[in-house]
């Protein structure tokens, strides 16, 4: 199994910052990475898939880099609603999940 | 409008049975590669079962020979059959659509709102 390691497990920002999270697979993923926002008590939504494509109606701030084992997901100005839980999935090997970051107010 | 609304979560004993339905409009279930995933309070997303548009089946390990999924084409409803039901299935349940299940792209691009599986006696 593919194990996906995000860091950190908590990012403490204020609005309009610019936050960069990370993914790291176990082992070579190629681009197979999606990302996802998770708000409390709502489903997950897809923010990027194939490491660096935008899903449907996703903002551009939202940008995603990286392929093999080391992936990013850059938020390049926060906004409120953008405080959540982001977890990253990749897709090379089955489906796994990283443990996500919460993304709180500082 | 293209959405999934899961159904019948609640509090079951452990060793019971229970059924979860999943409603989907503005696209075919039967159609398009199709799976449930859950997620235990305060913890991350778990894959539990999928279905092929070929119908094909596939499980984890933790629910193999406990769970079953299907579907009603005539519904357009995706079905999570559970039984022996353990604590450590207690979790909200989501259905959700692969984006690109025909080239083997896993990745999910609609999700239901969940349905909440308490297993507690």
């Known amino acids: 199994e593919i194990v996906m390691t995000q860091s950190p497990a908590t990012l403490s920002v204020s609005p309009g910052e610019r936050v960069t999270l990370s993914c790291r697979a176990s082992?070579?993923?190629?681009?197979?990475l999606a990302w996802y926002q998770q708000k409390p008590g709502q489903a997950p939504r897809l923010l990027i898939y194939g490491a660096s494509i935008r899903a449907t109606g996703i903002p551009a701030r939202f940008s995603g880099s990286g392929s093999g084992t080391e992936f990013t997901l850059t938020i390049s100005i926060l906004q409120s609603e953008d405080f959540a839980v982001y977890y990253c999935?990749?897709?090379?090997?089955?489906?796994?999940f990283g443990g996500g970051t919460k993304v709180e107010i500082k | 409008e293209v959405q999934l609304v899961e159904t019948g979560g609640g509090l079951i004993q452990p060793g019971g049975s229970l059924r979860l339905s999943c409603a989907a409009s503005g696209f075919t279930v039967s159609g398009t590669y199709m799976s449930w995933f859950r997620q235990a309070p305060g913890k991350g997303l778990e894959w539990v079962s999928a279905i092929y548009s070929v119908g094909s089946t596939f499980y984890a390990d933790s629910v193999t020979g406990r769970f079953t999924i299907s579907r009603d084409a005539s519904k357009n409803t995706l079905y999570l059959q559970m039984h022996s039901l353990r604590a450590d299935d207690t979790a909200v349940y989501y259905c959700a659509r692969f984006g690109d299940g025909y080239n083997f792209n896993w990745y999910i691009d609609l999700w239901g709102r969940g349905t909440l599986v308490t297993v507690s006696s």
């Open positions: 082992q070579n993923i190629n681009s197979n």
């Open positions: 999935q990749q897709y090379n090997n089955w489906i796994t």
